[in-house]
């Protein structure tokens, strides 16, 4: 035992002090990750210091919405029934989640701030299918006032997906014209002038 921490003191000796404390940050890091407790929200900071806008902007991705798409019924915290035909015309941001998700929580914070920005003009949708008093416990904690529904139905197949997040934005024509998988930074400038030249078009009839 005595050899190990003459080895680890005469390797410190010949780094830097830079180098000891990046060493530092490494080991702790990779410890709180280890750590159940702390596991989630070191991941998501971790996460959200290198989410980046999503590379694809304004390209459709030729699905469209159909009647029975419309007809996908979920509920709103309270428990009122609701159904997607209920924002038919209007652009919609939906966005499956979970609390327990870290690329979802870390992405929260910028899906906040675009809903503050155009919550009046888009109609979001955080969709996740955990119960109610989780959702509103971690709204509250963290001061998210963007709506929450929970799906107690299958989604459509055009919605289906095996990860999250996963972020949809639909044109009030209900043609798909944004599928990110992964957490992105979502109030971006170009985010943002993608849902002003959305919010702007006639809605067209068949």
């Known amino acids: 035992m005595k050899n190990i921490f003459e080895r680890i003191k005469n390797y410190?000796?010949?780094r830097s002090r830079w180098?000891?404390?990046?060493d530092v940050v490494f080991y702790t890091l990779i410890l709180l990750l280890i750590i159940p407790a702390t596991r989630k929200h070191v991941g998501s900071f971790i996460i959200k210091s290198t989410l980046r806008a999503p590379l694809s902007i304004n390209a459709s991705s030729g699905e469209r919405l159909g009647p029975s798409d419309y007809r996908w019924p979920f509920q709103?915290?309270?428990g009122t029934a609701f159904y997607l035909e209920q924002v038919r015309?209007?652009?919609v941001f939906l966005n499956f989640w979970a609390t327990w998700c870290p690329p979802c929580i870390a992405e929260m914070p910028s899906i906040e701030r675009l809903y503050e920005a155009f919550g009046d003009r888009v109609e979001f949708i955080m969709m996740t299918n955990e119960t109610a008093d989780v959702v509103r416990a971690f709204m509250d904690k963290n001061g998210y006032t963007f709506p929450v529904y929970i799906q107690n139905y299958q989604a459509p197949e055009i919605f289906e997906t095996n990860s999250i997040p996963t972020t949809y934005i639909v044109d009030k024509t209900g043609n798909i014209r944004m599928k990110k998988k992964g957490a992105a930074k979502?109030?971006?400038?170009?985010?943002?002038?993608?849902?002003?030249?959305?919010?702007?078009?006639?809605?067209?009839?068949?």
């Not at 180098?19 to 990046?22: C, E, G, I, M, S």
């Open 186 to 206: 979502w109030d971006s400038g170009k985010i943002k002038e993608l849902l002003e030249v959305l919010v702007a078009e006639p809605v067209q009839s068949d």
């Open 19 to 22: 180098a000891v404390f990046f």
């Open 12 to 14: 410190y000796k010949k």
């Open 76 to 78: 709103t915290l309270d």
């Open 89 to 91: 015309d209007r652009v």
